[in-house]
């Protein structure tokens, strides 16, 4: 029995994951496929491809050419355009696709968490609840609050930030994951009176909610983007097992 390929939408955790938990089984081809926006990603093993497609036409081209046999989106929880470019790849060529999303964050009893659709309902809500706001949505949403010339902002980033960017900004380059004890120290030594993130979900970056919590510091969280009606597994466990089942590979090649 030929080796099953699979193609994996990469740069999380998960997908990192994945790949290791079928890279050295013979039943399977793995390639692993990233964006290509974080100069030194962390990698994960066996083969690997950097960059975009080129649209829904230039992924399902990729996908007869290399004859790939299911593709598992294990991208971000925000990274729509790719995970939408996927479906209508994947159903073009008539490949099975499975969206690896792991759960999002559920808000502890009694948090100030407040849900917006965008960023820009952030930006608008950070009036009403604190001047000193840590931000932690990443560098691509900056411009977004680059206006709150009343705000000073305390920006994570991996990437530095480009312009145009808050006017009273201090920027912290670093990538989890993170400690509670950290977190509550950044908060206090900030005096953060709001934490804006997005619903990312995970133990990674899970931290800094609980030591907002523990503060009592609000937090504005950005409510994940819909996503398409396809096949759907929230960890790496299920994800080995839908494959194994759709393509037919049991645990017996491992």
């Not at 390639?31 to 230039?58: C, D, I, N, T």
């Not at 503060?215 to 960890?235: F, H, K, S």
Request: charged residues 20%; contains cysteine; aromatic residues 6%.
């Amino acid at each position: 029995m030929s080796a099953a390929r699979v193609l994996i939408l990469g740069g999380t955790g998960e997908a990192r994951a994945l790949a290791t938990e079928l890279v050295d089984r013979p039943a399977w081809w793995v390639v692993s496929s990233l964006a290509g926006r974080v100069r030194e990603p962390r990698l994960p093993p066996g083969q690997v491809r950097v960059g975009g497609f080129g649209g829904v036409a230039g992924l399902a081209g990729y996908l007869r050419e290399q004859r790939i046999n299911a593709v598992v989106d294990a991208t971000h929880p925000f990274a729509a355009v790719i995970t939408c470019s996927a479906a209508e790849a994947a159903e073009a060529v008539g490949v099975p696709l499975l969206l690896l999303r792991r759960p999002g964050w559920t808000a502890p009893e009694g948090a100030s968490w407040h849900w917006v659709p965008t960023l820009a309902a952030a930006a608008e809500a950070l009036t009403e609840l604190g001047e000193r706001v840590f931000l932690t949505t990443g560098r691509g949403g900056l411009a977004t609050f680059a206006h709150l010339d009343e705000h000073w902002f305390l920006v994570r980033t991996v990437e530095p930030p480009v312009p145009p960017t808050p006017a009273r900004m201090r920027v912290l380059r670093d990538r989890g994951p993170f400690s509670v004890a950290g977190e509550r120290a950044l908060l206090t030594g900030h005096r953060i009176d709001v934490l804006v993130t997005k619903d990312s979900g995970g133990q990674m970056t899970a931290a800094k909610l609980t030591a907002a919590h523990e503060l009592g510091v609000a937090v504005l969280i950005q409510a994940r983007p819909a996503i398409p009606e396809v096949a759907t597994e929230p960890d790496v466990a299920a994800a080995v097992r839908w494959l194994e089942q759709v393509l037919g590979r049991g645990s017996l090649h491992r």
